[in-house]
Antibody
Framework: QVQLQESGPGLVKPSQTLSLTCTVS??????????WSWIRQPPGKGLEWIGY???????YYNPSLKSRVTISVDTSKNQFSLKLSSVTAADTAVYYC????????????WGQGTLVTVSS | QSVLTQPPSASGTPGQRVTISCSGS????????VNWYQQLPGTAPKLLIY???QRPSGVPDRFSGSKSGTSASLAISGLQSEDEADYYC????????????FGGGTKLTVL
């Protein structure tokens, strides 16, 4: 079974860039069978899809975040990453990486999530 | 304000059948399939139902999904205490700014 694990700083200062990495085990990003997504959940609130990447590097982002988001992939390390620039307190959330998320395809497996707090 | 509308809460007693609704529009539920996710307290969401009514391997058949027009429903029969969780519906939205949209979530309490 595929497992995903998020990693990165738990505290980011306002106006800086949030950077997270998702390490995939039990499956290969390079197989091309799935897209790979990032989703976030502010404390006590609902889910918001951030975007996805394919092993080829093709990406698609939530239009509401598009100007600040970059998702990249490193197939040699079986990892994909998220960068969110110019963060504010509103970006404080648990960030999840997940397998899936292409249009119409479900998010099959999720990482455990990592809390990122934006504060000075 | 979520694009898909769910009731904020639902409840039932053990053994009962409960349903959770999810209302959308022609650009999301009306033209795409619906997925449901279960989020147990303090854990990550887990895929519960995909393609409107399909259960991933390992999901009990007590859980079922349906879709009609621009609305979808999740039904849980034979309610158990371990079903107490937050439930989210999701669908791809084909509007000008296409992306995944979620419901606001329904907190299910087993009385």
């Amino acid at each position: 079974q595929v497992q995903l694990q998020e990693s990165g700083p738990g505290l980011v200062k306002p106006s800086q860039t949030l950077s997270l990495t998702c390490t995939v085990s039990g499956g290969s990003i390079s197989s091309g069978d799935y897209y790979w997504s990032w989703i976030r959940q502010p404390p006590g609130k609902g889910l918001e899809w951030i975007g996805y990447i394919y092993y080829s590097g093709s990406t698609y982002y939530n239009p509401s975040l598009k100007s600040r988001v970059t998702i990249s992939v490193d197939t040699s390390k079986n990892q994909f990453s998220l960068k969110l620039s110019s963060v504010t307190a509103a970006d404080t959330a648990v960030y999840y990486c997940a397998m899936g998320g292409a249009p119409g395809a479900p998010l099959d497996y999720w990482g455990q999530g990592t809390l990122v707090t934006v504060s000075s | 304000q979520s694009v898909l509308t769910q009731p904020p809460s639902a409840s039932g007693t053990p053994g009962q059948r409960v349903t959770i609704s999810c209302s959308g529009s022609s650009s999301n539920i009306g033209s795409n399939t619906v997925n449901w996710y279960q989020q147990l307290p303090g854990t990550a969401p887990k895929l519960l139902i995909y393609s409107n009514n399909q259960r991933p391997s390992g999901v009990p058949d007590r859980f079922s999904g349906s879709k009609s027009g621009t609305s979808a429903s999740l039904a849980i029969s034979g309610l158990q205490s371990e079903d107490e969780a937050d439930y989210y519906c999701a669908a791809w939205d084909d509007s000008l700014n296409a992306h995944w949209v979620f419901g606001g979530g329904t907190k299910l309490t087993v009385l």
